[in-house]
């Protein structure tokens, strides 16, 4: 590391970024995966007339979905937030 970048560049703010963005990109990865296969299960379960199973996966799915949107929302608020 050239005594030129490390003037230049924040080297602990950029680690904090690209964390940040590794564990939310992760995050999101998995809960939208939760909501989908919460959605797929949930419509076999009702197909096989399994109500309690059905109600269960559309829970999951739908805590999935939600914290998926949450995740979105969160990061578009961040992104135009002005300092």
Request: charged share 10%; glycine share 10%.
């Amino acid at each position: 590391m050239s005594p030129v970048a490390g003037t230049i560049v924040d080297w602990g703010a950029l680690a904090n970024v690209v964390l940040a963005s590794l564990i939310t990109g992760v995050g999101v990865t998995v809960f939208f995966s939760f909501a989908i296969v919460g959605m797929t299960r949930f419509a076999e379960m009702r197909r096989d007339q399994r109500p309690l199973g059905a109600a269960a996966y559309a829970a999951l799915g739908l805590v999935g979905f939600a914290v998926t949107v949450a995740g979105v929302v969160a990061a578009i608020i961040v992104m135009t937030h002005k300092s």
